[in-house]
């Protein structure tokens, strides 16, 4: 079945330091992708749209200059965490809706950002 | 902006009891999906709803679609341990992507064997 895939799955970084996350769609094409953000124990918040060959779509709340995406291609995007901070770790999640066969939405397996 | 209120946040129950969790936003929807995360886990896709009052089942899964499409329920008919997870409902506003999602806080099942 289709598979959205994430990597790397963890990463641990400084204070400071910028941290790309990839986001792959391996068995179809998608034109759209998000991402979101969990916190433990919380819910998920969608943080942006991507959109291939055109600008992210941010959420109010979401700095586009700290959480850069790009969707490179139509099976790839990576948010990009710039000078990332304590309060930036949290579980980020892709999705990407496949419209056939099934009209199905799926979710990467997630990355775990811990900043030091 | 639209909020998706669920309840229980929690919900404990022995093996072989049922299970329901609900779900209300604050605007009409375009459809409604469910979702299951295992402790750990990623969100698995369960199901989507789209027409109003519509129900759909999968097995011991029951999922409600209100008349409004404003809410929305998910029954489990005698849990099982294998049911144990977060099940959320997400929407999508009307007008907007399908899968542009806003997520209820989830309700956390677990059960007793």
């Known amino acids: 079945g289709a598979v959205v895939s994430q990597h790397p799955s963890w990463v641990i970084c400084k204070s400071g330091t910028s941290v790309k996350i990839e986001c792959r769609s391996l068995?179809?094409?998608?034109?759209?992708m998000f991402w979101y953000r969990q916190f433990p124990k919380q819910s998920l918040m969608l943080m942006a749209t991507s959109n291939e060959g055109s600008k992210a779509t941010y959420e109010q709340g979401v700095e586009k200059d700290k959480f850069l995406i790009n969707h490179a291609s139509l099976t790839l995007s990576t948010l990009t965490v710039t000078s990332a901070h304590p309060e930036d770790s949290s579980f980020y999640i892709c999705s990407a809706p496949r419209l056939a066969p099934t009209d199905t939405q799926y979710f990467g397996p997630g990355t775990r950002l811990t900043v030091l | 902006g639209q909020q998706v209120m669920q309840i229980p946040q929690y919900q404990h129950v022995q093996e072989g009891e049922d299970f329901t969790t609900y779900c209300n936003s604050s605007?009409?929807?375009?459809?409604i999906q469910w979702y299951k995360q295992r402790p750990g886990g990623h969100p698995v896709f369960l199901i989507q709803l789209v027409k109003s009052g519509e129900v759909k089942k999968q097995k011991r899964l029951t999922f409600q679609f209100g008349e409004a499409k404003k809410n929305s329920s998910l029954h489990i008919t005698a849990t099982q341990t294998t049911d144990v997870g977060t099940y959320f409902c997400a929407g999508a506003n009307s007008g907007g992507s399908n899968y542009k999602l806003t997520f209820g806080k989830g309700t956390l099942l677990t059960v007793n064997p």
């Open positions: 605007t009409t929807l375009s459809n």
């Open positions: 068995d179809f094409q998608a034109t759209t």
